[in-house]
C-alpha cells in the first residue's frame, strides 16, 4: 500500500532516514519528544501495535515528523488506512488483585464538627495554660510583699 509515495512499510523508516539525515541520536530524539528511546524505536520500526492505540501512535507519528520538519499528513494517511480508528479510546486495567481499604464513612458535617471541636478542646487548653501562669504570677507577687512585711516586723 502506498499513499504519495511512502510505503506504509516505510513509515519508521522515513522517520529513521530523516532523524539520521538531521545527525540526531535517538536520545536526542527522546529528549526532545518527551518519550523513551524505546517508544523512537517502536516508531522507527514501525512497530504500532505497542502504542495500545492508533490514536496515541498517530500523534507521535505527527510529533516526530514535525520535529524532523517532514510533511506528517502522508504518513499519517497511511497510518490512518493500516490502522483504523480505535474501537475503544480509554485506557482499562484489570483490577482483580487490587486491595481496596474500607474507609469509614465519614460524611462532611462529621468532620466539620470534629474539626470544630478539636479547634475548640485545644483554644480550652491554651486558656487554662495563659491564665494558669497569670495566676501563678499574681499569687507570687502577693506573697513577696506579705514575706517581706514578716521579715520586717519580726526580725
Known amino acids: 500500500m502506498s499513499v ?6 516505510l513509515i519508521g523508516a522515513t522517520l529513521k532516514a530523516a532523524r539520521e539525515s538531521l545527525k540526531l541520536s535517538i536520545s536526542d530524539v527522546s529528549s526532545q ?19 495500545g ?24 494517511e497511511i497510518h490512518r488506512k ?4 480505535d474501537q475503544i479510546q480509554s485506557i482499562s486495567y484489570q483490577t482483580e488483585n487490587v486491595a481496596y481499604s474500607k474507609a469509614p ?3 462532611k458535617s462529621k468532620v ?6 478539636l479547634i475548640l ?8 495554660k495563659v491564665i494558669g501562669h497569670q495566676s501563678v504570677a499574681v499569687q507570687s507577687e502577693s506573697v513577696a510583699p506579705e ?7 519580726g526580725g
Open 4 to 9: 504519495d509515495g511512502v510505503d506504509n512499510s
Open 33 to 51: 519528544l518527551h518519550l523513551s528511546e524505546k517508544q523512537i524505536r517502536a516508531l522507527e520500526q514501525d512497530d504500532f501495535e505497542s502504542f
Open 53 to 76: 492505540s492508533a490514536m496515541l501512535a498517530r500523534g507521535f507519528i505527527k510529533n516526530y515528523a514535525r520535529l524532523l520538519s517532514l510533511d506528517h499528513e502522508p504518513l499519517l
Open 82 to 85: 493500516t490502522f483504523p480508528e
Open 105 to 107: 464513612n465519614l460524611n
Open 112 to 117: 466539620l464538627i470534629a474539626g470544630i471541636l
Open 121 to 128: 478542646i485545644l483554644a480550652s487548653v491554651i486558656v487554662y
Open 147 to 153: 514575706a517581706e512585711a514578716n521579715v520586717q516586723g
